[in-house]
C-alpha cells in the first residue's frame, strides 16, 4: 500500500470517528428552542457514561398525578469537576430541573440547570 493509500484511509478513518462522536453526543431529540422547568422527587440517579438520568416523579398535567421523567446531561467527568459524585441525588431528594424538553413528547428533558435540596445548583453548558 503506497503512502496516498494509507493517508486516504486515515482521513476516512479520522472523519468517521468524528461523525460518530457527533452523533452520539447529539440532543437532536430534544427541542433546543424550548425550555421548561419541572419541580419533582427523584427516584433514581446513574452517575454513569455515556450521560448522568436523573428519573423523578413530577406533577405537570395540572391533575396532581405524578408522572416518571427522566433529565439528561453530561458525562460523570465534567460533572465530578463541578463537584457532583454517585450519591449527590438519592431516591427521595427533592429536584427542580430546567431544560430542553424531548421534541417526540416523551417525559424527558436535556438538562440545563439542576437545583437540588440542599439548595445546590448547576448550570449546565450544553448539557455538558
Known amino acids: 500500500?503506497?503512502?496516498?493509500?494509507?493517508?486516504?484511509?486515515?482521513?476516512?478513518v479520522v472523519m468517521l470517528t468524528a461523525f460518530?462522536?457527533?452523533a452520539h453526543h447529539g440532543w437532536i431529540e430534544f427541542?433546543?428552542?424550548?425550555?421548561i422547568t419541572l419541580t419533582g422527587t427523584a427516584t433514581d440517579f446513574h452517575?454513569?457514561?455515556p450521560h448522568?438520568?436523573?428519573?423523578?416523579d413530577a406533577t405537570t398535567d395540572g391533575k396532581g398525578a405524578p408522572q416518571?421523567?427522566?433529565a439528561e446531561f453530561s458525562s460523570p467527568g465534567p460533572m465530578a469537576k463541578k463537584g457532583w459524585t454517585a450519591s449527590s441525588v438519592?431516591?427521595?431528594d427533592a429536584v427542580t430541573i430546567s431544560g430542553h424538553p424531548?421534541?417526540?413528547?416523551?417525559?424527558?428533558v436535556h438538562a440545563t440547570r439542576i437545583r437540588l435540596a440542599n439548595g445546590k445548583e448547576f448550570k449546565i453548558e450544553d448539557g455538558r
Open 52 to 56: 448522568c438520568v436523573i428519573e423523578f
Open 68 to 70: 416518571k421523567w427522566q
Open 90 to 92: 438519592e431516591p427521595g
Open 102 to 108: 424531548a421534541r417526540n413528547g416523551v417525559h424527558a
Open 20 to 22: 460518530l462522536a457527533n
Open 1 to 12: 500500500m503506497n503512502s496516498s493509500t494509507r493517508m486516504a484511509i486515515w482521513a476516512g
Open 31 to 35: 427541542d433546543a428552542t424550548r425550555e
Open 47 to 49: 452517575f454513569a457514561n
